[in-house]
């Protein structure tokens, strides 16, 4: 799809199998910003998002023939809606191309399939020290739940947690 952001054409595509090296790039890149380590491997995402089933779903976005950003996205379900949610997990644009609208025309394109898959709602985490993104959301309309927690338990964890079947 072509989208058209203030005086920019960018084209929005589904990642293909081809793209894996280009969105490990991205996911450094969003991780070097956001201060996180990377372990993703490009095998790791070719078979998390081009598996059967597929764990999630990408797009890219190109200015031109260049690359400028990406989503990755999954379905979840909202069981207070009785109703599948969507869940944006990352949003990245290069930072030379930040301002320019790109994230807002990624936001709208996610928000259409969003309604096209009659999601009860589109959510997101954002960092608490990321003003610019969180007044980007909330220019967008987005309301920052100040009362709800981001709880994990992490891959060294699970075991730990599972063996908890076994002293029953």
């Given at each position: 799809?072509?989208?058209?952001?203030?005086?920019?054409?960018?084209?929005?595509?589904?990642?293909?199998?081809?793209?894996?090296?280009?969105?490990?790039?991205?996911?450094?890149?969003?991780?070097a910003?956001?201060?996180?380590?990377?372990?993703?491997?490009?095998?790791?995402?070719?078979?998390?998002?081009?598996?059967?089933?597929?764990?999630?779903?990408?797009?890219?976005?190109f200015?031109?023939?260049?690359?400028?950003?990406?989503?990755?996205?999954?379905?979840?379900?909202?069981?207070?809606?009785?109703?599948?949610?969507?869940?944006?997990?990352?949003?990245?644009?290069?930072?030379?191309?930040?301002?320019?609208?790109?994230?807002?025309?990624?936001?709208?394109?996610?928000?259409?399939?969003?309604?096209?898959?009659r999601?009860?709602?589109?959510?997101?985490?954002?960092?608490?020290?990321?003003?610019?993104?969180?007044?980007?959301?909330?220019?967008?309309?987005?309301?920052?739940?100040?009362?709800?927690?981001?709880?994990?338990?992490?891959?060294?964890?699970?075991?730990?947690?599972a063996?908890?079947?076994?002293?029953?």
């Open positions: 799809m072509l989208l058209r952001v203030n005086d920019l054409d960018v084209e929005v595509r589904t990642a293909m199998p081809t793209d894996v090296g280009l969105l490990l790039t991205f996911i450094r890149s969003m991780g910003f956001e201060k996180l380590q990377v372990s993703a491997t490009e095998e790791a995402l070719r078979g998390a998002l081009f598996g059967d089933p597929p764990a999630a779903y990408s797009l890219l976005a200015a031109g023939s260049e690359p400028v950003g990406y989503v990755i996205y999954f379905f979840s379900f909202a069981s207070m809606k009785g109703s599948r949610a969507l869940w944006l997990d990352d949003l990245f644009i290069d930072p030379a191309f930040r301002g320019k609208g790109i994230g807002k025309g990624l936001m709208a394109y996610l928000a259409d399939i969003a309604v096209r898959n999601c009860a709602r589109l959510e997101w985490i954002v960092l608490d020290w990321n003003a610019e993104a969180i007044e980007f959301y909330k220019g967008l309309g987005a309301e920052v739940l100040p009362e709800w927690r981001v709880c994990r338990v992490d891959e060294q964890q699970l075991p730990r947690i063996s908890l079947l076994d002293s029953r």
